[in-house]
C-alpha cells in the first residue's frame, strides 16, 4: 500500500464532506473528564458526517444537517471513546455534555517493554556481554563490583578484611589479566586496581559491555582474560535525579549513599553536559564478634562533570572531568589512632580523572577519524600495620613507621581511523601509555618507584565477503618499556626491560542459519614484568605486615586464547530467547605467580614473591540462557563451569630446612571455583511495579590460609555459595517532570556468608572468599526527572 | 461557515495536538496544512522535541495558526477510523515494539527501518510535501514552517 492510496481516499471524503454546509439543527455542550474540561475533543455524528472540535474549555458546538434520532461520538486522544443516542428535531438547539473516562489502558506495556530489559546480543564477530543499568538496578549494586558478576564468566572477590581490597576474575583469571576501560579508555591503573571497583559509582553507568578473551585488537595487549568496558551516560533530555540508599549489612552496620545527577542539552544537541555526585558512607561489620573488621569502614566522594560540543554536524569534542575521594579502614579499634591499634589498614584516596577526545567525520560520511588523552592522578596515604598483638617497644616502632605515601599517573593518548568500504571496515591506530608509579613506606623500607611506557600501533580488518560470514583480523605491535626499581627491608629487585612484542588476533563469525550463529576465535596475549594491582597492597599475617615483591630475572608472560561458540537466538513473536554456549581454551606461558617465601625478613614479616610459574592452562565453557515468554518476564541465567591448572605442580610456599616445613605445591589454581554463574529473574506486572530476584552461585574453592608464623599454608576446600537477592521497586508518576521511584529488598536472604573467618590480631587477613556481604536489607528513594 | 475550530485562539501556549479521527472532522469543516508527528514513549528524541521545538512560541503559533497538528503514538493499539478505512495495529503479539499501521504507512522508507521520530508535513490537499525522520531543532523547524 502507498501514501498515495490513502491520500486518495482521505481527499475523496473531505471533499464530499466539504459540499454538505446546510444545517438544520445545533448541539452544543462541555466535554469534562473528572470534572475538568477536555480541550479539543472532536465531537461527530456517527453515520452522517457532521462534526466539530471543543474548544480549550471543553465548549463546542456541532452544527447538524442531518435530524431525528442520531449517534454522537466523542473522541479525545488518551480517553475512551463515548458515544450518546439522541433525539432532535429541525430547528432545536440542544444542550449535551459529555464525560469522558480515561484510557489508563494502551501506553502502559509499551514503556515496560520499551525501556527495560530485553535479551538481546549485537550482531558482532566478538561475543560483548553487556550490562545494563537495570541490572545495576535490580541487584542495588552500589559500585561496579556489586553489579560485574552478572555476566557470564565475570566473577568478582574480595581479598582483605582489613582493606576490602577486590578484584574482577575474568574466566577464573586474577584481576591484572583484566583490561578495565573507562569510555574505552585504559585509565584504570594498578593501583587503581585495587580499590577502584569500588570506586565507580553505578549512578553514572550507561552500560558495562564484557568481551572474554583478547577478541580485539584495539585494546591493549595484557587484556588476557579479556576486557571490561565502562561506559557513562551521554544525555540527550534535559534530566535530574536524586537519589538515596540505606542498607543494614548483617542486622548491624549502615552503609547509606546519596546520588545526584543532572543532564542538560541544548536545543539543537550540539552540546550537552552532564554532572554526577556521589557520597557513600559505610560502617565497618565485624561478622564474628572479634573486634577486627570483616568488611571495612568506607567513605567515598565522587563528583565530575561530562560535556560535548558538536562545532558541526560531522565533529564532535568531548571532555570529562571527575574526582574521586575515597577513605577506607579496617582492622580493630578504628577510632584509635593506626599505630595504637593491633591491625589497621587506612587509605586515603585522592583521584582526578580527565579527558578530552575529538571525533570527526568525513563528508562521505566513510572515515572516522578519533583523536583523545585521558589521564588519571592518584595520590595516596596509607597505613599497614599496628601492634599485631604484641606490646613491645619493637612493636611500636614498627607500628610508628607503616604509614606511606603513593603517587600514580597515568596518561593514554591516542589516534584511530576508521575507514568503511561498503560492508568492510578498516581501522588502524596509534596509543600510547605512560604509567607511573611510586609507592613509599619509609618505615619497611618499602618502595615501588616504576614507569611503565608503551607505544601500541594496531590494525584491524573487518571483513564482510558475504551477509552470513565476517572475519575481524587484526593485530597489534606493542613496544613497552618498564623501569622499575622494588624494595623490602633488605631485598632489593629491579626490571629494566624492553621489548617489541606482537599480538595477533583472529575472529571469525558464521551465520549457519536465522537463528544460528557460530564463532570462533585466537588472540595472542603477553604481560610484561611489572607490579600490578595485589603488588601495592600489602595484607597481614601472624600480627605482622606480608609483602609482595617481584623476584629476580621476571620474564614476560605469554597467552594463547582460543574460543569458540555457538549462538542460539530466537524471536517468535513477543517472545525472546537466547542461547550462548562459548568454549575457551587458554594456555599461559611463564605466568606472573605468587609464591610464599615464608618469613624471611629480620621483623618476622612475610615475603611473598611474583615468579614465573609452570605454564598453566585454563578451558572451560561459558553459558548463558535468556528468555523471556512476554516483555513482562524476563529470564537470565548464566554461568562457567571451568578448569584452571597447572601443568604440573605449581609452588605456593617454599619451606625452609631451619624451619623444618615442606614446600606446598598445587596443580589447581587457587581461589577459582570449577562452577559459577548467576541468575536474573525480572516480573514487571504492570507499570508500576517490578520484582527482581537475582542470586549468584559460587562453587567450592581451594582457598589457601596462613597457620603459622612462618607462614606456612594450609589449603582449604570451601564450601559453595548461593547469594540471592530480592527486590521490589515502584514508581510513581506524579507528571513527566517529577517521579518518584521507592525500592525495598534484602541481599543475600540466605546469609550464604563464610563462616569461618581467621579471628584476632593474628589472622591471615587474605583469608576471604564467597559472597561480599551477610544478609542486608535496604530500602531506595529516588525522585526526579529522569526521563 | 461557522465551525468551532475557528473559534479557538491561535494564541495558546501550546500545540493543539488532535488525533486522526479528529483530523478526519477538522478536515470536513476547513482544509488546512497537516502537520503530523509520531512518537513513542520510549524516543527520547521525541520528548527532546516535545520538550524544545513545540514549546517554542513562534512554533506554536505557525502552527496552530495554520496547521492541523496531528501527534499520534506509532505503538498505539487503538484501532482508528480514518479516510473511509480502519486502521490498526497488526503487530500486536508479534512485536516487541508493535508499530501501527498508519505510521508504518506514513513514515516507512526503503531500505531504512522504521524509525522515530517521524514528522510529515502535508499541503491543503492532504498530499505529503515533507517527511522528516531525525531531530529537529527549534531553529531547523522555523526553517522548515518557514517562520
Redesign the interface.
Known sequence: MTIRTILTWSLISFVVHLNAQEYSATIKGTVRSNKEPIAYAAIRTLHGSDGALADKNGKYILNLTRTGTIEIEVISQGYRNLVKKVTINSGETMDLDFTLIEDVLGLDEVVVSATRNRVERKNTPVVVSTLRPQILTATQSISLADGLSYAPGVRVETNCQNCGFTQVRLNGLEGPYTQILLNSRAVFTSLLGVYGLEQIPTNTIERVEVVRSGGSALYGSNAIAGTVNVITKDPVLNTWEVGGNLSLIGGDAVDRLLTLNTSVVADDLMSGLTFFGNYRKRDPFDANDDGFTEIVELRNTTFGGKAYFKPNDRSRLGMNLSAIREYRRGGDRLDLAPQFTDITEELDHDTFIAGIDYDLVSRDNTTNFQIYSSSSHTTRDSYYGGLGGGRTAQDSILANNAFGNTKDLAWISGVQVTKNFDENVFTTGLEYNLNDTKDLIPGYNKLIDQNVNSLGFYAQYEWKPTQKFVALLGTRLDYVKVDGLYTIADISRDVNFDDAVLSPRLTLMYQLTKNLKIRGGYARGFRAPQAFNEDLHISSVGGEPQFVILSEDLESEFSNAFTGSINFSRSKDILQMDLLLEGFYTTLKNPFTTVSTGAILPNGSIVKEVRNGVGARVYGTNFELGFSPDPRWQLQLGGTLQKAEYEEAQLLFEGSDFSGEMDISITEFIRTPNLYGFLNAAWIPNETYNIDLTGTYTGSMIVPRVISDSGFLQLNNVNPFFDLNLKIEAHFDFTEEFIVTVSGGVKNIFDSFQDDFDVGPTRDSDYIYGPAAPRTLFIGLKFGRFH | ?????Q???AQ?ESV????F??L??????E?KKVFVDFV???C??C??MD???FRDPEVIRELNANYYCV?M?A????SIK????TFINREV?????PTHELPL??GSREDHPFTLPVIII?NE????VERYFQ?I????MKTILKI
Open positions: 461557515m461557522s465551525t468551532s475550530v473559534q479557538v485562539n495558546s493543539r495536538w488532535m488525533d479521527e479528529a478526519e472532522v477538522a478536515l470536513t469543516k482544509t513513542t514513549e520510549w527520547v528524541y520528548k527532546k520538550r524544545v521545538v501527534r503514538n505503538e498505539s493499539q487503538d480514518f479516510g473511509g478505512r503479539g508479534l512485536k516487541r515494539n504507512l506514513l502535508l490537499r492532504f498530499e505529503v531531530y531543532s527549534p531553529e531547523q
